[in-house]
């Protein structure tokens, strides 16, 4: 029985840190982009960051959508990879 009440404890421990974890979304202007294939590249650099489970990236307004993992990722993250391919971007605040 005592086996049994350890292992429980060692997988809800274990868990604990998934619990905390949320999806979210954010909204990155990306105003160097200045063809309409650009979106291709950095659609293709942010789903490698790990977390990202979608993006959408528009060349019209200039912006990429993400949704990832705070857990695993973050906005900081995120704008690194689309530096890193040549589209330096920053968050987009609503007001």
């Given at each position: ?10 997988a ?8 905390s ?7 990155l202007n990306?105003?160097t982009?200045d ?6 590249t ?6 490698k ?6 993006v959408?990236?528009s060349?019209?307004k200039r912006?990429?959508?993400?949704v ?6 973050s906005?900081a ?19």
């Amino acid at each position: 029985m005592k086996t049994l009440q350890t292992l429980s404890l060692i997988a809800l421990l274990s868990a604990a840190p998934f619990a905390s974890a949320k999806q979210q979304t954010v909204k990155l202007n990306v105003p160097t982009m200045d063809c309409a294939t650009c979106p291709i590249t950095i659609k293709a650099s942010l789903v490698k960051v790990p977390g990202v489970s979608k993006v959408q990236v528009s060349y019209e307004k200039r912006e990429a959508v993400i949704v990832y993992d705070d857990a695993q990722a973050s906005v900081a993250d995120l704008k690194k990879a689309t530096e890193d391919v040549g589209y330096p971007s920053m968050l987009k605040t609503t007001r």
